[in-house]
């Protein structure tokens, strides 16, 4: 096993950790933004498999990440399940509601979302053909929860508030929308394995407003049930998990669900995680994006210093989130050149 990404996973520890970024192919790159007017529009673009590869690549051949990342939207499940998706300029997504146990019951079965899907998992095709060899391909899904907060409230939401709102109200429709989301989610990643990704990665972006047993049922329970479910259609299946928010709950992530990685946002401390939770296994994380846009010296500590935390077990080095539109692409190649250089 030469690839770097997949040594981490497998929880070897590295004298320089690999190194990839969430958002990598966006819209902090001139690059991204001529692709995407070439597209006409996001949704457009997402479904063009050879401009989303392209997209994916772009970042490669720019900078040489040890891993590329699908080109694609989390959203795009919900769609291929039957709701609505537009995008308002400036403004992000917006989707039809399931608030109901009858609109619920009109969406599509899990297993016939591949039609829809299919120019994803072309894309993916083209980037397990054309990607460097040393290069790791990570395909990805959102988690249920998040996927649900959306399809609950039509957008994103600050605080999750609708979703939280149709739990407490109606605990029986909500809890059959997380299945259903579930149930898709695994035939969405299975397919991406099927066409070429080594690594799956499963983002839960607002699992950090789930408490106490609401967090176990609708963040850790989808998880492991994906998670499972997949290592058993693939065997050896490497599967990176991403609670962002999740604070204490970090702990014992890992175990309770199967991932081989549990991703960590900027609110953690490096230290505090390496002993709490890199103790199960590979870890990934987590420079502040911030740091992306202000550069300077401050990058070139922080970036030292997570590696430095991280530096007694498997480490994947990444952001705490995804990079932001007003990153410089320059402090992008210094984090790359700090990490690579060793602490």
Known sequence: MTKKILRALAGEKQAVPPIWMMRQAGRYLPEYRATRAQAGDFLSLC???????EVTLQPIRRYGFD???????????????????????????????????????????????????????????I?????????????????????????????????????????????????????????????????????????VKLFDSWAGSLAGPDFDEFALQPAR?????????????????????????????ARATGADCVALDQ?????????????????????????????????VEETRRIVRAFSGGPHIFNLGHGITPDADPENVRLMIETVRQGV
Request: proline letters at 7%.
């Open 225 to 253: 049930r994906i998670i499972a479910e997949l290592k058993q259609r693939h065997p050896g299946l490497p599967i990176i998990a991403f609670p962002r928010g999740a604070g204490d709950r970090y702990v014992g992530f």
């Open 67 to 125: 891993a590329a990342i699908l080109f694609a939207d989390i959203l795009l499940v919900p769609q291929a399940l039957g709701a609505d998706l537009w995008f308002e300029t400036g403004e992000g997504p917006r989707l039809s509601t399931i608030t109901t146990a009858a609109e619920l019951a009109r969406l599509k079965r899990p297993q016939d979302i591949h039609e829809h899907l299919a120019p994803v998992y072309e894309t993916v095709r």
């Open 267 to 299: 609110s953690v401390d490096a230290d505090w995680a390496a002993r709490h939770v890199q103790r199960d296994g590979c870890v990934q994380g987590n420079l502040d994006p911030s740091l992306l846009v202000t550069g300077g010296e401050r990058l």
């Open 127 to 199: 980037l397990a053909r054309e990607l460097p060899p040393e290069v790791t391909l990570i395909g990805f899904a959102g988690a249920p929860w998040t996927v649900a907060t959306y399809m609950v409230a039509g957008r994103g939401t600050p605080d999750q508030g609708p979703a939280h709102r149709l739990m407490r109200e109606d605990r029986a429709t909500f809890s059959s929308l997380i299945d259903r989301i579930t149930d898709a989610t695994i035939e969405y990643l299975s397919a991406q394995v099927e066409a070429g990704a080594e690594v």
């Open 47 to 53: 479904y063009s498999p050879e401009l989303a590869a």
